[in-house]
């Protein structure tokens, strides 16, 4: 099947630094993706949908300029957390989707947890 | 705003026994829905889906049932077995579309 990787899986980084979050479709190619933030005990909140080749659409309430998203290739979108803080510390995920028969499916990432100090 | 799914529950079941596990959901205008499973650490799993054309929907082990009346989902797992144990979460989007939209999640014990 589709395989979605993330990298770092884990990064600790101190208050104020940047941090930037990969992700990539291994053997498909996707023009969007999508990233989600989750924190302990609840559920995924979609934060933004990268367009390859275009800006990134963000959700309601989602900081652009705190969340930089870049889709540079049809294999690769990135999250920078800019200037990060404590509260940022959360569980990223991405997806991307492939169309599999009739049905357009999400692969999902493994998830990169970030600990802001 | 569109919101699938309650705060998050938790169901304990015996090994062997069946589980079922409940979503609700607000937007009339999804018409495809999709049960994921999370283990701890990891990004969610597909289990099984559901277009709105229809009311259940069987896979291996697992039952969707859909009540678009009630804008209700459930997941009916059989023979319950210790590696089922995780968070389970329903989620919504439109078929023509990628956008998913998750629910609160259910987080499943399963007792040896």
């Known amino acids: 099947g589709a395989v979605v990787s993330q990298h770092p899986s884990r990064v600790i980084c101190k208050s104020g630094t940047s941090v930037k979050i990969e992700c990539r479709s291994l053997d498909f190619q996707a023009t969007t993706m999508f990233w989600y933030r989750q924190f302990p005990k609840k559920s995924l909140m979609l934060m933004a949908t990268s367009n390859e080749g275009s800006k990134a659409t963000y959700e309601q309430g989602v900081e652009k300029d705190k969340f930089l998203i870049n889709h540079a290739s049809l294999t690769l979108s990135t999250l920078t957390v800019t200037s990060a803080h404590p509260e940022d510390s959360s569980f990223y995920i991405c997806s991307a989707p492939l169309r599999t028969g009739e049905y357009n499916e999400q692969f999902f990432g493994p998830g990169t947890r970030l600990t802001v100090l | 705003g569109e919101s699938v799914g309650l705060h998050l529950p938790t169901l304990s079941v015996q090994e062997g026994d069946n589980s079922i596990i409940n979503c609700a959901y607000s937007?009339?205008?999804?018409?495809?829905f999709i049960w994921y499973k999370q283990e701890s650490g990891k990004g969610p799993q597909f289990i099984i889906d559901i277009r709105s054309n229809m009311d259940k929907r069987q896979g291996q082990r697992v039952t969707v049932l859909l009540n678009k009346t009630v804008k209700h989902l459930s997941l009916q797992i059989a023979a319950t077995q210790p590696g089922d144990s995780a968070v389970y979460f329903c989620?919504?989007?439109?078929?023509?579309?990628?956008?998913?939209?998750f629910g609160a999640g259910t987080r499943l014990f399963v007792k040896a």
């Open positions: 937007n009339s205008a999804s018409d495809y």
């Open positions: 989620a919504e989007r439109n078929t023509g579309g990628f956008k998913t939209i």
